[in-house]
């Protein structure tokens, strides 16, 4: 399994922005799929986006499309999540996910499909 550590959340106020970071052990260049979800006081943890090593895809699931962009630095072997727009209903604990691709381009907003997890920063939206 892959080491990741989140990084980046905070308070901010509605309408904000936050780059969230995504730091692992393993270059993500390797052949590995992250993604990002999120969750909230007593509800189900949400994916949100994915991005795929080898060829760079991403995916993004309603609730943050046109607001959030996901991106990779293999160089320092981060993954990234930028939040625009921030709203009081972004508030939650943010985590990144990570497992291998296999053959071929994939990824997944499914928790299920993951095996290696951060240990999540928190993310609090307020005036």
């Known amino acids: 399994q892959v080491q990741l550590v989140e990084s980046g959340g905070g308070l901010v106020q509605p309408g904000g922005s936050l780059r969230l970071s995504c730091a692992t052990t393993?270059?993500?260049?390797?052949?590995?799929?992250f993604a990002w979800f999120r969750q909230a006081p007593g509800k189900e943890r949400e994916g949100l986006s994915c991005i795929s090593s080898s060829d760079g895809s991403t995916y993004y699931r309603d609730s943050v499309r046109g607001r959030a962009t996901v991106s990779r630095d293999s160089a320092v072997n981060t993954v990234y999540l930028q939040l625009n727009n921030l709203k009081p209903e972004d508030t939650a604990v943010y985590y990144c996910?990570?497992?291998?691709?296999?053959?071929?381009?994939?990824?997944?907003?499914?928790?299920?499909?993951?095996?290696?997890w951060g240990q999540g920063t928190q993310v609090t939206v307020s005036s």
């Open positions: 393993e270059s993500t260049s390797v052949n590995y799929a």
């Open positions: 996910a990570a497992d291998p691709e296999g053959n071929g381009s994939w990824c997944s907003t499914r928790a299920s499909d993951f095996r290696s």
